[in-house]
């Protein structure tokens, strides 16, 4: 089921996102701090966070850097950048009491090689187990590792079962599976399981990541909500799209499959 909807918009101001949040009632996604020039300038960041968020009441979650990690590099040096880079994420989160921290799983399966999944799973496993143990055991945070280029539910699956943490969680992104996946956004949920805690949900016309609202692209979006709604597992929905208009279509539809899923479970939704 749709435990708890948040507002992810990636092109409006951070002024009107928030607000949009605020008035329907839902929680937000920090969106600034894959930027690695913000997480430079963290300090002032965090302060005008706070300031932007005075008024916000819900839970909020925040995605973390992208561009030119590798925290399962070969080299010493790119691995101790993407370290220091993913722990300036986790002290932003702290400071403003993210519970859901989203980071990009580094799996690419472009390369083929016999060992190629193997050792990405032992590499990205140690980065992983020393990470939570020293920067997020003690906290109410949580890390959701998103797919990217992933085209199988597989290497996240294998990562989270041999780490089994509830501080380490699936965030399974269905715009990049309509590009990047041959299976559905429903099979991804049904491999991964209770592994999943958040959602990205957007649309796309399977070429471009283009960050479309729900109704626009390829992806079967009532047919996906109504399997979310139906799940007795809950999940968190954060709509990830790249306009206001298309935030604001995208949580429109959501609202008859939350009235199936009240019919379902009744008062076990958060939601209803």
Known sequence: MIERIFAAPKGPALEAGIQFALTHGLDYEIPTFYHVENLDNRHQEILRYRHLLKDFRGILSMHGPIFDTNVVSLDPEILKVSRHRYKQAIEVAKALDVRYLVFHSQWTPIYRAANATYMWLNKVTDFWERLLEEEVRDTNLTIVIENFLDDSPESIHALLSRINSPHLKACVDIGHINIFSKLSPIDWLQELGSQ???IHAHNNGGALDSHDSFEKGLI????FLNHLALLP????????????EGLASSYAMIAPHLAVQKEQFGAKSFLI
């Open 196 to 198: 999943v805690a958040y």
């Open 233 to 244: 597992q809950k999940i968190h929905l954060a709509i990830e799209t790249s306009t206001l």
């Open 220 to 223: 079967d979006m009532p047919g």
